[in-house]
């Protein structure tokens, strides 16, 4: 095969050269060329090694389905490996390479191996080494060096893609004659109308075919039509494929900005991802043509009939010079026609159905050797092209010599997006082909993705000859499955159509078998003596063509992945230059070293100075709830599974939540802030749920209640003081103030701020938590760092609240209320109400909830050596785990480490000796059971 | 992304929406322990048309009762709680 460009016609623009490499060689081309159309033209047959069998491949197709010229193109973090070559239009500076091949395309190493040694049939590596790791183990680098296409890019990718959403009264999906029609007919009725096309340029089949359209030649007609619906404000997106339709009408569009490894103008982005919801649907995707099934069938100059019509027709090249067409169906006659008209030989039409009445199989018999009830064999050729092909003609063998096959074994309508919206296909046994049938959404399908084949295609291009070498006739070329395996998977008992894909990969590469899942099928239903829909169709799966993840990240890499809230006092902790932890969306200091001080140093150090005297920490993200109304206690009683009714004005208490299924959800604190108003807090990671569960409370199990809900969690910014020294500071900080006692409220001003003031401790000491409306609060905490720091205060951070907090053995959300325990688990149930009206009260009474014995229970554990955090719980190492640690600290004013742990029965084991044992992390502690508060049993250091 | 028409706020992708439950598995506060068992364990998981309970959390807020298919997501019915299925 030798293809030139012919001297006129196509639409590519002759004036204006581009230049590009392919494998380090400098080629030109030009503006509406492909990469495969300018290297074609030039002469080039060779354009990549197939997946396993490192085979030598052209270009057998001129789109998207294109399973054979697949190259990597760009370089550095634009590289973009297994694209089509054939989906790619050349741009100044281009660089591609061809793919699995070593030391060079022409040499291959791994070809060598694959023509000495045998096949490698489906199944082979399972029945190879099932049962043999270690030999496994051995081959695996030998074998994933040898099989695969391209390589990733490993250098990051330096372009932007953008997100836009659109809505519109009918979406046209292909820019072929039906879907300008489409766009046409709906645009004059007013409709808001887009049309969208994956080529760059509008046409589809007319471009192809350049035949005429209403009295006018194919380009004058798309022109005009194009300039109508620009009239008519048609949004039309050109290089944009739909690759998926989702629930409700709703269509992803990826629309290619730049060529894939192109790098952008400046700013701007390199691939757009759209979300339409559209009124009306049309799909006007047009249909693939599929190979013949023949021993070669994947060698360079086989190509397929359309194609071969696309690059004389568009792009003025001629891909051979000696042709054999290869039909089930007149289509491929008019390539024959295109072929010779171009100046090419047509040495034989060979037909494999026994006639045809059509004017153009007449004209073709005039013209041309026509031969009925004929197919290929094989194609003999290799890197370097094809040579000839012998083929059986009436029983009769013939060889041809020819250095061009154009193939058509019949076309498969795309129905890919009508059966993503859950539409249903029906089987065209005359010509072999589903075409859909049902739509379940809003769409309809039109033109030649319909099922309209004007071409008397035969079913007789699905049925190779019957003397045909199995081994080399390929069904899926990308994954380099043969009929061979389809027939070994068959004869292995595998019966449904889902086994065979994953046994032989048929259908499974990046073309996701567009050219070769009917092939197959057709196999699975002849060897079974079934009809083809019988044998059932694989799942079609969005996207229709690859798709980089970068499109469907768009902007949410790197800080943009997730959103990240600063609380109000963020600027001023940034000052001090903390350490920072992420706590549900919120960046919360972690830590201030010191010096180069240590994370654990500088935690400790914090918790000694809130033991000793006093520290203050940055509570703002604090779930906060404001609940008000006559029913409001009554309602609260519904939502916190302790008492609340009983809460003085002025008073508060600790107080949990339950999941309906008795489980501990959350836990907070319970305000009386008015005679029916009382504020509620719950953690900061779990507030988004007690919002909503509030809600649900609210409006679906107490509708009657006359109550309102205000979730305050970002109006409130708040700082905890505690310490044995909080009361004298706060004293100072509020003269006019009468100090609240534990557990109570009051409301005062600190640096002419109103704030309100919840007496509470988290921490074990004297404490309280200072609020203030978030834009107020700066210096609020200024007053209380200048004169905190006087009394050799310091600000702390949630690594030492935590050691803090453990060793006091209070529970945390997340920790020890973990989604898994309830509130005799944790301890609190002597706080449930009796009444029992809460939320979770039914499902708290299953026995397996309420039973004592098999739980796992909280209790504290205590040992000379640090406790590894989350480690299991052993009597001996090795040992079945009996329980698991939540959270681990260092004594803070003692020596000595403790932790909070889950233990099997734990209540009713006090005073065991056990093992932490943490293998993963190679550690160990021996631990003693005790109860779980180290620090202050009594509570006596934050009452007055 | 399915498209849910909210009686306050009309028609409102998906995204703005939350999925709570199976109306069937809505808890009374003064429900037995048998029927919280039943209601959370043991209840109908259909393949086909289905009552549920969705939030419209990032538009108005309100509880919704949407009649949904699960195979296929049509929605065929989207009540406010108060209204009768």
């Avoid at chain 1, 040898?146 to 490993?154: C, E, H, K, N």
């Avoid at chain 1, 021993?295 to 194609?307: E, S, T």
């Avoid at chain 1, 092209?385 to 193939?407: H, M, N, P, R, Y």
């Avoid at chain 1, 109400?833 to 004592?852: E, F, I, M, W």
Wanted: glycine share 10%; aromatic share 8%.
């Amino acid at each position: 095969m030798t293809g030139s460009r012919t001297h006129q016609g196509g639409i590519i623009d002759r004036n204006k050269t581009i230049s590009f490499t392919f494998d380090g060689k400098r080629y030109q081309g030009h503006p509406g060329d492909t990469l495969a159309s300018a290297l074609l033209a030039q002469g080039v047959v060779l354009f990549g090694r197939s997946f396993k069998y490192h085979r030598p491949r052209g270009v057998m197709s001129a789109g998207v389905e294109e399973p054979n010229a697949l190259v990597g193109v760009g370089t550095g973090g634009r590289y973009e490996p297994n694209t089509r070559a054939t989906d790619l239009f050349i741009y100044e500076g281009l660089v591609a390479e061809s793919q699995n091949r070593w030391p060079s395309l022409s040499f291959d190493l791994g070809a060598v191996i694959g023509l000495v040694g045998r096949f490698v049939p489906a199944g082979f590596y399972y029945k190879a080494f099932l049962g043999k790791p270690g030999l496994w183990k051995f081959y695996e680098y030998f074998i994933r060096r040898a099989a695969g296409l391209g390589q990733p890019p490993v250098e990051p990718d330096p372009d932007s893609y953008e997100h836009r959403a659109a809505f519109c009264d009918v979406l046209v999906v292909g820019a072929g004659p039906a879907g300008l029609a489409a766009a046409l007919s709906a645009s004059a009725l007013g409709e808001r109308v887009m049309l969208v096309e994956q080529d760059i340029a509008l046409g589809g089949g007319l471009i192809r075919d350049a035949n005429s359209m209403e009295g006018l030649p194919a380009q004058a007609w798309i022109t005009k039509a194009l300039s109508t619906l620009t009239e008519r404000g048609v949004r039309i997106l050109n290089r944009t494929t739909a690759i998926g339709y989702w629930d409700h009408d709703l269509l992803t569009l990826a629309q290619k900005l730049v060529e894939p490894g192109q790098a952008p103008e400046d700013g701007q982005a390199a691939q757009r991802l759209w979300r339409v919801r559209a009124k009306k649907v049309v799909l006007a995707t047009g249909a693939l043509e599929r190979p013949l099934p023949f021993a070669g069938n994947d060698k360079p100059g086989v190509m397929l009939a359309q194609a071969v019509r696309t690059y004389v027709n568009r792009f003025g090249i001629t891909p051979g010079a000696k042709a054999v067409i290869a039909t089930c169906n007149d289509d491929a006659y008019k390539t024959a026609f295109a072929l010779a008209d171009a100046g090419c030989e047509i040495v034989a039409i060979l037909d494999s159905r026994s006639e045809s009445p059509s004017e153009i199989v007449k004209a073709a018999v005039a013209r041309f050797k026509v031969r009925i009830d004929a197919q290929i064999l094989e194609a003999a050729g290799g890197p370097g092209g094809l040579t000839g092909i012998t083929a059986e003609a009436g029983g009769q063998k013939l060889q041809l010599s020819c250095d061009l096959v154009a193939a058509s074994g019949g076309f498969s309508p795309v129905a890919h997006l009508h059966m993503q919206a859950g539409g249903t296909l029906s089987w065209d046994e005359a010509k072999g082909a589903f075409a859909p049938n049902t739509s379940r959404q809003n769409q309809v399908t039109v033109g030649a993705a319909s099922g309209v084949d004007e071409a008397n295609t035969s079913a007789s291009g699905l049925t190779p000859p019957k003397a045909v070498d199995t081994k080399h006739s390929f069904v899926d070329f990308q994954n380099d499955v043969t009929l061979a395996d389809i027939d070994l998977a068959w004869q292995e008992g595998y019966r449904s159509v889902e086994h065979v894909k994953r046994y032989t990969t048929l259908g499974m590469a990046t073309d996701q078998g567009k050219t070769s899942n009917i092939v197959g099928l057709a196999r699975l239903a002849a060897l079974e003596g079934r009809p083809v829909p019988q044998v059932g169709l694989t799942t079609f799966r969005p996207p229709y063509t690859p798709t980089t993840l970068g499109l469907l990240a768009g902007h949410a890499t790197g800080k943009h992945l997730a959103v990240i809230r600063r609380p109000p006092l963020f600027d001023l902790h940034t000052e001090h230059n903390p350490l920072w932890l992420p706590s549900g969306y919120w960046m919360r200091p972690r830590a201030y070293p010191r010096n180069a001080e240590t994370l654990h140093a500088a935690a400790m150090r914090e918790a000694r100075t809130v033991r000793q005297g006093v520290g203050w920490v940055d509570v703002s993200t604090l779930g906060k709830f404001e609940v008000a109304g006559p029913d409001a206690a009554a309602f609260l009683e519904r939502v916190c599974a302790t008492t609340v009714a009983k809460l003085a004005v002025g008073r508060g208490r600790y107080s949990f939540m339950l999941r309906e299924d008795g489980i501990v959800m959350d836990d907070g604190t319970v305000w009386r802030i008015g005679p029916e108003r009382y504020l509620l807090t719950s953690s900061t990671g779990g507030a988004d749920r007690m919002s909503h569960h509030l809600a649900y409370v609210r409006q679906v199990l107490a509708p009657e209640m006359r109550v309102a809900i205000a979730n305050v969690q970002e109006h409130w910014a708040g700082i905890a003081v505690a310490g044995p020294k909080a009361k004298t500071l706060l004293a100072q900080l509020a003269p006019d103030l009468d100090i609240p006692r534990h557990m109570s409220v009051a409301r005062s001003q600190i640096a002419g701020v109103p704030v309100l003031i919840l007496a509470a401790s988290y921490s074990g000491e004297r404490a309280f938590e200072i609020y203030a409306a978030g834009k107020d609060i700066v210096p609020v905490w200024q007053a209380i760092a200048t004169q905190g720091t006087d009394h050799g205060g310091c600000a702390y951070g949630l690594e030492a609240l935590e050691i803090l907090r453990i060793e006091k053995g209070h529970v945390v959300v997340g920790g020890e209320i973990d989604g898994r325990t309830t509130p005799h688990d944790l301890g609190l149930d002597r706080m449930l109400n009796p009444k029992a009206t809460y939320v979770g009260a039914p499902a708290l009474q299953r026995p397996d909830l309420q039973s004592s014995t098999g739980r796992l229970r909280m209790v504290g554990l205590e040992s000379e050596t640090p406790i590894p955090e989350g480690s299991m719980l052993v009597s001996s190492i090795p040992g079945t785990p009996q329980g698991h640690v939540t959270g681990a600290g260092q004594r803070i004013l003692e020596d000595g480490y403790v932790a909070l742990a889950f233990l099997r029965d734990g209540s009713e084991r006090l005073g065991e000796h056990l093992v932490a044992w943490s293998p993963s992390r190679g550690a160990k502690a021996p631990v003693s059971v005790v109860d779980p508060v180290f620090y202050d049993h009594e509570g006596a250091r934050y009452r007055d | 992304m399915q498209l849910i028409t909210c009686p306050h706020c009309g028609p409102r992708a998906q995204a703005e929406f939350e999925f709570d439950r199976a109306v069937e598995s809505v808890l009374a506060l003064d429900a037995t322990e048998a029927e919280a068992v039943a209601r959370l364990y043991r209840r109908e998981n259909p393949k086909g048309w289905s009552w549920e309970l969705w939030r419209h959390s990032a538009g108005c807020g309100v509880f919704l009762k949407l009649h949904r298919h699960t195979v296929t997501h049509e929605i065929a019915e989207v009540s406010l709680l108060d209204a009768a299925p």
